[in-house]
T-cell receptor, first 114, second 112 residues
Framework: GNSVTQMEGPVTLSEEAFLTINCTYT??????LFWYVQYPGEGLQLLLK?????DKGSNKGFEATYRKETTSFHLEKGSVQVSDSAVYFC?????????????FGQGTRLTINP | DAGITQSPRHKVTETGTPVTLRCHQT?????MYWYRQDPGHGLRLIHY???????DKGEVSDGYSVSRSKTEDFLLTLESATSSQTSVYFC???????????FGPGTRLTVT
């Protein structure tokens, strides 16, 4: 079945550091890939997505490229801020009967120190 | 803001009692979902709905039932709560135009 594996956290960085959170997946067919972010005490917010191979999703300075050859969708940001501290989830979608059933990675907690 | 509310936001209940969580949406989306979030597991799909009275199981459906009698409401019921159902429960809707899911604020359930 479909699965997503994220790098284990927690990850702690200093402000303005470069961020990479690794995500690899196993899936049949051609899934869509997503990154969600969860700030403390809140629900998940969609950060970015990519729907086909070689697509790059981007939002708020974050980027991720859908790499089919390595089955990866790593999240990157060139210069992180304290406000980026949150839990990040990689997810993929498979569809049955038109439903978009998301499969999530375990989440990576990111802390940015000033 | 996808117009999703969940109630209650927090609940403490005893083992063996029934519990119903409510998800309400204001934008007439066809697809609705219930997930649970547990440390080390990310989010896992419990049940989903693809229309009024149309529901199906997700990967962790044992011990849960759902109902959808109108488009805007999707109910999750724990018939007899167990401590293993202590979790944070999230409802989501699917925007079929954008092929994206949007999540509600969550319900933290503690079963003692």
């Amino acid at each position: 079945g479909n699965s997503v594996t994220q790098m284990e956290g927690p990850v702690t960085l200093s402000e303005e550091a470069f961020l990479t959170i690794n995500c690899t997946y196993t899936a049949t067919g051609y899934p869509s890939l997503f990154w969600y972010v969860q700030y403390p005490g809140e629900g998940l917010q969609l950060l970015l997505k990519a729907t086909k191979a070689d697509d790059k999703g981007s939002n708020k300075g974050f980027e991720a490229t859908y790499r089919k050859e390595t089955t990866s969708f790593h999240l990157e940001k060139g210069s992180v801020q304290v406000s980026d501290s949150a839990v990040y989830f990689c997810a993929l979608s498979g569809s049955i009967q038109g439903a978009q059933k998301l499969v999530f990675g375990q989440g990576t907690r990111l802390t940015i120190n000033p | 803001d996808a117009g999703i509310t969940q109630s209650p936001r927090h609940k403490v209940t005893e083992t063996g009692t029934p519990v119903t969580l409510r998800c309400h949406q204001t934008e007439n989306h066809r697809y609705m979902y219930w997930y649970r979030q547990d440390p080390g597991h990310g989010l896992r799909l419990i049940h989903y709905s693809y229309g009024v009275k149309d529901t199906d199981k997700g990967e962790v459906s044992d011990g849960y039932s759902v109902s959808r009698s109108k488009t805007e409401d999707f109910l999750l019921t724990l018939e007899s709560a167990t401590s293993s159902q202590t979790s944070v429960y999230f409802c989501a809707i699917r925007d079929t135009t954008r092929h994206e899911q949007y999540f509600g604020p969550g319900t933290r359930l503690t079963v003692t």
